[in-house]
């Protein structure tokens, strides 16, 4: 089996503010959330046919997303709660897992034990908050993040754990566009978005050993 790599994704204002009061700062940033949506559900060539990604995410996070968008469809999502039990023995054929309910486990490490076992999983996500941030960092399979910088300063009470904003972070590398596109598969604009007047810009980092 291979090791399992993480990658976190996040938006964050230039102070690293990602929540306010239990929902994101800003107001529906409709192409950056099409972004999220499509990278995460991405599943690169190089894995089985049939395989999907997962969203790792905590339970606040799980209850600020829109009912309606939830579970995050194609997708394998599971979420973080103490009130989960720890049997996470994924299903035994769990070659659809497109069509497969959410998953409930009690710590980070539990959700990567699902993932790993899985055996039908793509990429794995981490999608926040920041409690979940902060005990993925600390894990060495955390090797990337994709980091959306919201050129604009909102209130926040919530952070995402890691200073990216000044452009440099120790021990992590911030890539060129041309690798966030050929790892994303998406095509990024140079020089930043802009959306409902807020600026931003995609951005990929990758730790260094
Ligand atoms: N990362 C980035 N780059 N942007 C985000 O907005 C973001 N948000 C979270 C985590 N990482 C992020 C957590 N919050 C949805 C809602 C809230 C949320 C994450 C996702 C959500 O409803 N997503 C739908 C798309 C909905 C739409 O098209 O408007 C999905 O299918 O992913």
Redesign the pocket.
């Given at each position: 089996m291979q090791p399992l790599e993480l990658t976190l994704?996040?938006?964050a204002t230039r102070s690293m503010g990602i929540g306010a009061h239990g929902s994101?700062p800003w107001n529906s940033l409709?192409r950056?959330?099409?972004?999220?949506?499509r990278v995460?559900t991405r599943v690169p060539p190089q894995f089985p046919p049939g395989a999907v990604n997962a969203v790792i995410?905590g339970r606040k996070?799980w209850d600020?997303?829109?009912p309606k968008?939830r579970p995050?469809?194609n997708r394998l999502n599971i979420i973080i709660t103490r009130s989960a039990t720890a049997t996470t023995v994924p299903p035994s054929s769990s070659a659809s897992a497109a069509a497969r309910e959410p998953v409930r486990v009690p710590s980070l490490e539990h959700a990567l034990q699902y993932a790993q076992a899985d055996g039908a999983v793509g990429r794995v996500f981490v999608?926040?908050g920041a409690q979940v941030y902060d005990a993925a960092l600390r894990l060495s399979a955390a090797r990337r993040v994709?980091l959306?910088s919201i050129e604009r300063e909102f209130k926040c009470d919530t952070f995402f754990p890691l200073d990216l904003a000044g452009g440099q972070a120790e021990g992590w590398a911030r890539t060129s566009r041309e690798e966030l596109q050929e790892w994303t598969g998406q095509q990024v604009d140079q020089g930043g978005q802009e959306e409902a007047g807020t600026k931003y810009e995609f951005q990929m980092w990758e730790k260094v050993d």
């Open positions: 994704i996040v938006a994101m409709h950056e959330m099409q972004y999220f949506a995460t995410m996070t600020s997303i829109p968008f995050l469809k999608m926040g994709l959306t």
